[in-house]
């Protein structure tokens, strides 16, 4: 046992370059395996975060919120406070059990009502009423009385309306509302008198779970009034309601199941409880598996190019060692004994990499969590990834996987006595194993075949991941099985063609060239592993850039096809309702002061316009009505300035479309889709009409409008959306488009909710979301929604889904230029040190220095560039078959902007600037080597 410790302790002291680079390599491989379950872990909680922000944007309303709605009677002596105690005892037991933050609170009890008749021209219509504690912080008197400086008339309760119950009801302030069911206190007919008109006090007043727009035909009264009149004959039961609102924020990956498990509690201890968690939930598990397995897919091209450099490592650093191998099994060692050595070896050294593995896996991750695109990086916020303790048993576990990998070269090698190392030479003249066994065929072929099965399957393919039915990895792993196949098959092409040359220009080469086509000729097999590993690491790194570049800039350009503009604003309207009688209702829209909008950002952008956009517009046609349609209403000059249509989407150039409608004043443009759908052609009049805001089943004024032009694309128009059908899976549907003049609808529709497109222009500063707010801002502007195309994008890329993608690919392809690196040094140091005593008999035969040099350059060429070459090709070949299929998975919806191909050209040279330079280095590194040789030691161990 000492003797193995001790030769142990020599190889590990003697061996440092060996050493050095094998803990290269298990340190690299700790760090992938522990940065695995660390960047999932913080993909998981950024997807929880969209999928929160997701139904914010959806909903209009905030995303935990926990709700109790139940109708109790009073019992005797109890108020309406010990009321609302009540309720605030099942929000601390939320609270309790759910260990989150309470940001806001809201409790109300209501009354059921019935049909109350005004004293001045208000119709009859139904009341319910109302106490709400706390309505008085969070709302304000925009006209009339607070109710305790109200007065009213003896027997006439007080009570406070909301502007939405006004506007419906025609309600005035003093209007007095009969009851003729109900009574009061004195058992006389019910009378409430409206003091007071109210509104939101705030607009993003995380108070209003049920905004005052939701309550209408609600009486607010006071608590007195309120406590009156509860318990009643006329009104037996009280209906309470809670909404608690949690901080979403605090709830982590890690403690969805905890929370999952108290909502099923709370839900199964009380039928009145209502959530709005679970749901979310769903969808997140569901995406969170696909999540998982999208990590474990992109990660494992990167595992397999590590387990072949431990692999080629460690194959390297035996063969230099069978001769003490052969040794120790004459001295009576088993291959237990040897193979032990090696384990041990391996554990050590595992061991000692593990250290700066760990904290290298942790840098790996947040490097990959702050790319916003293949390569490129942010300083944004990445706080959402951090250390788990899932990492300490992926790093143990890596070091175990490690020492296998790094024994089993020993393994094999260790039958090997000094006699059997005699016939090692005549076996490594064979063929590699998998050239023999045609694995490079069978692999090229066999992903082909499944390519072609894929690309007839793109349309379920595409259904499949927007239905969320999971991922198929053999999409991605099918890529790299072809990459490998073409590798290999690249490397079996390049060997014939240099016996091929070898044997044309056999009788004509010179000594020293003659020797290093020998040389590449007798070391075939050796280089086999190297050459492959080259190939596959450089043709992975150009296919993964070429695959990033291609998801990111197809995905930027439809977001910014989506958008049409810069910025989009949206300012708040209010609908207001006139009542002249039970059949005449009158409604119109407020406008904003689109005058001061342009005054604020005067100077600061190049253009603006208003634009009308309705996406639930009719179009009348051959009997039917059709109601997938968008309709935008634009002022073609303004429009044309400042809207944007990437080139080619357009048969011709949509200006030419703008011109003619600007000629004509009901003139319309409409989609393709539409006019091939129902045969349409310009010189048509097509009938259209828009929804009323009050009612969905009386459409507004029909139009008859002349078709000027028909385009394939258009500013902010997708050709098709995806809904849910009765079964909850997405579907198809085309959506067509109509484009009018913008005053032309103004006049027949009246002044309805326009966007304002704002471009800043090339000319421009440029300013951020966050300036142009700013300047809003100052000029008095009340902005309701403000979306920019930057940000769109950058929100796009950083996407879960996306945000892996680059991380991992990023990733491979840093790792794959530092194996490559490595593994190439190490390959040529080896062979140097091998074929040292060569050397020194070619010099003794009169080879010159410079000849010697030469020699080694040309091995370069014929070897090493083949094998570059072979790569750089290979991963061009796999990026024109694959990456608009692997696309798809992230786009998989039918778009106005196709799936095209990018290529980065800066990527390439990239690429090879680093392989030039990393033989540019190798040539020198070789050529000084072989200078400080010395000559007699040469001479000598040639002679041995």
């Not at 913008?742 to 529709?749: G, I, K, R």
């Amino acid at each position: 046992m000492l003797d193995v410790i001790q030769i142990i302790k020599s190889k590990l002291k003697n061996k440092s370059w060996a050493n050095a680079c094998i803990m290269f390599g298990v340190m690299l491989f700790i760090a992938v395996s522990v940065c695995h379950p660390m960047f999932l872990y913080g993909a998981e909680n950024e997807l929880l975060r969209r999928g929160f922000w997701q139904y914010i944007e959806e909903n209009n309303e905030h995303p935990a919120v926990l709700s109790r709605t139940q109708g109790i009677r009073l019992e005797s002596g109890e108020g309406v406070k010990q009321l609302f105690s009540k309720l605030c005892a099942y929000q601390e037991t939320w609270q309790k059990y759910l260990e989150l933050s309470v940001l806001a609170s809201q409790s109300y009890a209501t009354l059921n009502g019935d049909s109350a008749q005004g004293n001045y021209e208000a119709l009859s219509n139904y009341y319910s009423l109302c106490y709400m504690p706390d309505i008085k912080e969070h709302s304000r008197i925009i006209k009339g009385d607070a109710l305790a400086a109200a007065s009213a008339d003896e027997g006439v309760i007080p009570c406070l309306v909301s502007v939405r119950t006004m506007d419906e009801a025609g309600l005035v302030c003093g209007e007095i509302l009969t009851f003729g069911r109900l009574k009061d206190g004195q058992g006389n007919p019910l009378k409430l008198q409206v003091v007071g008109i109210i509104e939101e006090s705030e607009e993003q007043d995380g108070f209003w779970c049920d905004t005052l727009e939701t309550l209408k035909r609600q009486v607010f009264l006071s608590e007195e009034d309120f406590l009156s009149l509860a318990g009643s004959s006329s009104f037996p039961e009280v209906n309470t309601t809670l909404h608690a609102v949690f901080d979403y924020h605090e709830i982590m990956a890690q403690d969805v199941k905890q929370v999952k498990g108290c909502l099923s509690a709370f839900q199964a201890a009380d039928e009145n409880f209502t959530e709005t968690l679970s749901r979310q939930f769903a969808d997140y598990e569901k995406q969170k598996d696909t999540l998982s397995l999208l990590l474990w897919v992109l990660t494992l091209p990167m595992f397999l190019l590590l387990f072949s450099f431990l692999i080629m490592v460690s194959d390297f650093s035996v063969k230099a060692e069978l001769t003490e191998i052969a040794m120790m099994k004459s001295r009576g060692y088993s291959k237990a004994d040897v193979v032990l050595i090696y384990i041990v070896q391996s554990f050590v050294l595992s061991l000692v990499a593990m250290l700066p593995g760990i904290p290298l896996g942790y840098g790996l991750c947040k490097l990959a969590a702050s790319t916003d695109s293949f390569f490129s990086f942010h300083a944004g916020d990445t706080a959402s990834y951090s250390m788990v303790w899932q990492m300490i048993p992926f790093g143990f576990g890596a070091v175990v996987v490690a020492v296998v990998l790094l024994t089993l070269p020993a393994y094999f090698h260790s039958n090997q006595s000094i006699v059997e190392q005699k016939s090692l030479d005549t076996r490594s003249m064979l063929s590699p194993l998998w050239q023999r066994l045609g694995m490079d065929v069978i692999l090229v072929l066999l992903s082909l075949y499944l390519l072609y099965n894929y690309n007839r399957q793109k349309e379920q393919l595409s259904m499949s991941v927007l239905n969320q039915e999971g991922l198929d990895p053999i999409i991605f792993i099918n890529t790299f099985l072809f990459l490998l196949g073409l590798s290999m098959l690249s490397i079996r092409l390049t060997g014939y063609l240099v016996r091929l040359m070898l044997r044309i220009r056999k009788n004509r080469l010179s000594p020293e060239l003659f020797a290093s086509f020998l040389q590449i000729t007798r070391t075939y097999k050796q280089q086999g592993l190297l050459s492959v590993f080259l190939v596959v690491t450089i043709g992975m790194g150009l296919l993964n850039a070429n695959l990033a570049r291609t998801i990111n800039q197809n995905g930027q350009e439809r977001v910014s096809y989506e958008m049409g503009t810069d910025y989009i604003l949206q300012q708040q309207w209010k609908l207001s309702v006139v009542m002249r009688g039970k059949d005449d209702v009158k409604w119109y829209y407020r406008e904003p002061d689109y005058a001061q909008v342009k005054e604020a950002l005067s100077g600061r952008v190049e253009s603006m316009t208003r634009v009308v956009r309705d996406e639930e517009a009719l179009l009348y046609t051959k009997g039917q009505t059709i109601n997938n349609c968008t309709l935008m209403g634009i002022s073609t000059k303004e429009f044309g300035e400042t809207a944007m249509l990437k080139e080619g989407l357009t048969k011709q150039h949509w200006y030419y479309a703008l011109n003619a409608l600007a000629e004509k004043t009901n003139g319309v443009i409409i989609s393709e889709n539409l006019a091939e759908e129902y045969h349409y052609k310009v010189g048509d009049i097509i009938t259209y009409s828009r929804v009323n805001p009050l009612d969905e089943e009386k459409p507004m004024a029909q139009v008859s409008a002349e078709i000027v032009s028909i385009v394939t694309a258009w500013p902010g128009y997708k050709a098709y959306s995806y809904e849910k059908n009765e079964e909850g899976t997405l579907s198809e549907r085309k959506q067509y488009l109509l484009v009018s003049n913008y005053a032309f609808m103004a006049n027949v529709f009246g002044m309805t909710p326009y966007e304002i497109w704002i471009k800043a222009g090339k000319g421009h500063a440029q300013d951020k979301k966050e300036v142009l707010l700013e300047y809003l801002k100052a000029g008095g502007v009340s902005v309701n929604g403000f979306e920019g195309v930057r940000e769109k994008q950058r929100n796009w890329l950083n996407q879960p889904m996306l945000q892996i993608t680059n991380g991992m690919y990023t990733l491979s392809f840093l790792v794959s230029l530092l194996l490559c690196l490595v593994g190439f040094f190490l390959y040529w140091l080896r062979s140097l040190k091998q074929r040292q005593p060569l050397f020194g008999v070619y010099r003794a035969m009169g080879m010159r220095l410079f000849e010697l040099n030469r020699m080694l350059v040309h091995e370069q060429l014929y070897s090493s560039l083949p094998s570059i070459f072979s790569g750089m090709l290979s991963g061009g070949v796999s990026t024109c078959l694959f990456v608009t299929l692997i696309a798809l998975v992230y786009l998989p919806e039918k778009h106005n902007v196709a799936l095209h191909m990018v290529v980065e050209p800066w990527d390439i040279v990239k690429l090879l600037l680093f392989l030039v330079l990393m033989c540019g280095v190798c040539l020198l590194v070789m050529k000084r080597f072989v200078k400080r040789m010395k000559l007699n030691e040469s001479m000598k161990l040639g002679e041995d």
